[in-house]
């Protein structure tokens, strides 16, 4: 193994996220606090609990899981990306690495700074209302897991991307309506039975679903169909990514 | 003197089934600098970057130190070291991040002596705080030599290095060059500039539509292509060209004082001897002679345009 290839591609990635350190943080902090004011206190007050929890608390997993898809899949798409578009990935291409260690760099940069922003996001959850994690572990295990496997998403966008706006259609076209309609801010026992069904065609709830319950143990689904749904998707995205890097990874041809 | 790397029949398709090599056969000797020339879209380039590892090639094989590059990539790569043509630089990051990350990339421990000596040597230590974005096209082509050179390699590329930067810097990267091949780095650079290739290398080849089509010593090279052209300066004006000069296919400058006549230097007979005395017998008197040689860029010139005739005849 090249540690010292992976850890320069790593430290490399983590150095540009502390000179964007204020905007990176920021973003996510406000957006955190402007979701508590319009949904913990604007429907909050009709809404008083769901499954017994206050629903400013019930919605904090939803949020977190929100921004670290979507932080996720743009620091992982753009880290690729941003070599791509400047040139400077044939570096990366003739340097003695494997194609396992250019993606444990990126993705694991990508992964950790999700890490950081969700850290952060719970922190900032705690001064609006209160947030109770019955399973530290296992909201570890989902967090990480979760950010693992959405950096190798984004990174899987970043290496089609034809340029920036092909970053972001995926996020904004697909992730935030998922994670929007994935229970975030509302449980699906409260829809009509035929939206509960579709509803259930979304994977995004599944995730959200395992990570609430490691908060507050109340789900919409069971912990094991959560666990295996982000295990799958995990599965696929290092699949696809494996076959891409064999073909070349649509750079190298 | 051994080969420290050695092509065999290397050909390359790109994505839309233009051939951009074919059957490229090449052996570059430890030491050498080595000039690949060759027409814009000929090629270059591809075959730095097969070899480098940026591009896949389709078919062939590329040992570097006897070492296949697809089976023993990690050992191949590490002794091996690219600077692009294009200034392909992180901005905002600095000299000294900049430099430091390349070295890792490539598997090494970091060692901060060396990184500040070469940043000295190549005249880049009071800028190592600085971010790229602030430095001249000059430096930044330092900077992309000095990640090059920052895990210290063996064989080095340099893609077109002094690509649309000043005489004065070009002088000076010739100089640098001049200076790691002295220091034990094998180099092979492509190059436009057919000056850079006769200022530089040991030997040459001219590559063309992806094809090798010659590689040669490059002071062989020309004296083996090379003409050479005999100019004879006269006292008074050539009025009559009928008489014993009448044989030669000469050209007269527009004095009429100037004879130019030009041989090959392989030629069996170069008619020099002749010549001067035919001059002699038509009664004019010599006020000077010299001789000029074709350039290596004459040369190339001319072997482009017979390789171009032979794929258009073909």
Request: proline residues 2%; charged residues 20%; neutral net charge.
């Amino acid at each position: 193994m090249n540690w010292y290839g992976i850890k320069a591609i790593y430290i490399h990635e983590m150095e540009r996220f502390r000179r964007t350190l204020f905007q990176s943080l920021a973003s996510p902090i406000i957006t955190t606090s402007l979701y508590f004011v319009v949904f913990g206190s604007a429907i909050g007050s009709r809404i008083t609990e769901i499954d017994g929890i206050n629903y400013g608390s019930y919605i904090v997993p939803g949020m977190i899981m929100l921004t670290i898809l979507t932080q996720s899949i743009s620091n992982a798409s753009f880290a690729f990306y941003f070599p791509r578009f400047t040139n400077t990935i044939y570096e990366i291409l003739a340097a003695p690495l494997s194609s396992f260690e250019i993606v444990l760099g990126f993705v694991g940069a990508a992964a950790s700074k999700s890490l950081i922003i969700g850290c952060v996001i719970i922190l900032t959850a705690n001064f609006f209302v209160d947030v109770r994690i019955d399973h530290p572990l296992l909201m570890m295990f989902f967090l990480i897991l979760t950010s693992i496997t959405f950096a190798l998403f984004g990174f899987i966008i970043g290496m089609y991307a034809e340029g920036f706006e092909g970053l972001q259609i995926i996020p904004i076209l697909v992730i935030t309506p998922l994670v929007f309609l994935g229970g975030s801010f509302y449980s699906i026992n409260m829809l009509p039975e035929f939206w509960q069904k579709i509803s259930l065609l979304n994977p995004v709830l599944y995730l959200i679903s395992g990570f609430r319950y490691s908060f507050y143990e109340v789900s919409d689904v069971s912990l094991f169909t959560s666990t295996l749904t982000i295990l799958t998707i995990l599965i696929g995205c290092i699949l696809f990514i494996t076959y891409t890097f064999s073909k070349g990874y649509r750079i190298k041809d | 003197m051994k080969n420290i790397l050695e092509i065999n029949n290397v050909t390359k398709f790109y994505k839309n089934s233009v051939k951009a090599l074919e059957n490229v056969n090449l052996n570059i000797k430890e030491g050498e600098i080595f000039a690949l020339l060759g027409p814009n879209g000929a090629g270059k380039s591809t075959l730095i970057n097969s070899i480098c590892g940026i591009v896949n090639f389709n078919k062939g094989t590329i040992k570097i130190n006897n070492m296949d590059i697809v089976k023993n990539y990690r050992t191949t790569r590490k002794i091996t070291g690219i600077v692009p043509q294009e200034l392909n630089l992180e901005s905002f990051e600095t000299v000294w991040n900049n430099v430091n990350y390349s070295r890792g990339l490539f598997g090494k421990k970091p060692n901060h002596n060396y990184i500040e000596k070469l940043l000295k040597q190549l005249s880049l230590w009071d800028k190592k705080d600085n971010k790229i974005k602030e430095l001249s096209g000059g430096m930044k082509r330092r900077v992309l030599i000095a990640k090059a050179l920052s895990h210290q390699p063996k064989l080095l590329f340099l893609d077109e290095p002094t690509a649309s930067v000043d005489v004065e810097l070009r002088k000076d990267m010739w100089d640098v060059v001049k200076k790691l091949n002295k220091d034990g780095v094998t180099i092979i650079l492509t190059t436009h500039y057919i000056e850079e290739a006769e200022e530089l290398s040991d030997r040459v080849a001219v590559i063309n539509d992806g094809k090798i089509i010659l590689v040669d010593d490059k002071d062989k090279l020309i004296k083996k292509l090379g003409e050479k052209t005999i100019k004879i300066e006269l006292f008074e004006s050539v009025e009559n060209i009928n008489g014993n000069l009448s044989k030669y296919n000469f050209t007269l400058d527009q004095t009429n004082k100037i004879i130019s006549h030009t041989y090959n230097l392989n030629s069996n007979t170069t008619d020099i001897t002749e010549l001067l005395n035919d001059v002699k017998k038509d009664g004019y008197k010599i006020k000077d002679i010299n001789t000029e040689q074709s350039s290596l860029e004459e040369i190339f010139i001319k072997l482009i345009q017979e390789n171009n005739n032979e794929l258009v005849r073909n």
